[in-house]
T-cell receptor, first 113, second 114 residues
């Protein structure tokens, strides 16, 4: 199993550009989520999904869109990048239920100039 | 709603000394509790979790944590740290219902001094 994969590993954008961060998992997990990690702020939940076709907002959803057309994929779209979105982004997945371990991808380091 | 407070942003400790990383939580419902570890330039991985039963939970790499319901705490301990324990540690809570949002604390960076 590849686990949770994320692409790209690094990305530099200019203000106003759009892009999609890819996340895929091969563990048949129903639950997938996106976090951003900033110094001193820990992990903050952006969006999450409990199954294909179902998404919901987390703590910091503004400026980001998600969709879940398949169980395996959960892309995160930045509509118009801003310097405040410079961060490290992590995708995670797990089986449904709060008891279950979340598996994290290796992260995408995004810089917005 | 749940929240997690990690009281120390950084903890320096000498190699082979004991360490305690503190975590307090608040919640209007019963919760499950987790500790995750993030080694440099990597994603997070599960260290241990408390679901029910014995309040002392043992995890990987010699770590353990104790759930204290009256103090709403879930502190992480290790009796003797090694240089390889240098990492950031995150406490997290998950509600005991179908809402699967896991809330993470801000993290504690553990510095091992030679």
């Amino acid at each position: 199993n590849a686990g949770v994969t994320q692409t790209p590993k690094f990305q530099v954008l200019k203000t106003g550009q759009s892009m999609t961060l890819q996340c895929a998992q091969d563990m048949n997990h129903e639950y997938m989520s996106w976090y951003r990690q900033d110094p001193g702020m820990g992990l903050r939940l952006i969006h999450y999904s409990v199954g294909a076709g179902i998404t919901d907002q987390g703590e910091v959803p503004n400026g980001y869109n998600v969709s879940r057309s398949t169980t395996e994929d959960f892309p995160l779209r930045l509509l118009s990048a801003a310097p405040s979105q410079t961060s490290v982004y992590f995708c995670a997945s797990s089986y449904l239920g709060s008891t279950n371990e979340q598996f994290f991808g290796p992260g995408t380091r995004l810089t917005v100039l | 709603a749940q929240s997690v407070t990690q009281l120390d942003s950084q903890v320096p400790v000498f190699e082979e000394a004991p360490v305690e990383l503190r975590c307090n939580y608040s919640s209007s419902v019963s919760v499950y509790l987790f500790w995750y570890v993030q080694y440099p330039n990597q994603g997070l991985q599960l260290l241990l979790k408390y679901l029910s039963g014995s309040t002392l939970v043992k995890g990987i790499n010699g770590f353990e944590a104790e759930f204290n319901k009256s103090q709403t705490s879930f502190h992480l301990r290790k009796p003797s740290v090694h240089i390889s324990d240098t990492a950031e540690y995150f406490c997290a809570v998950g509600p005991m219902n179908r809402d699967d949002k896991i809330i993470f604390g801000k993290g504690t960076r553990l510095h091992i001094l030679p």
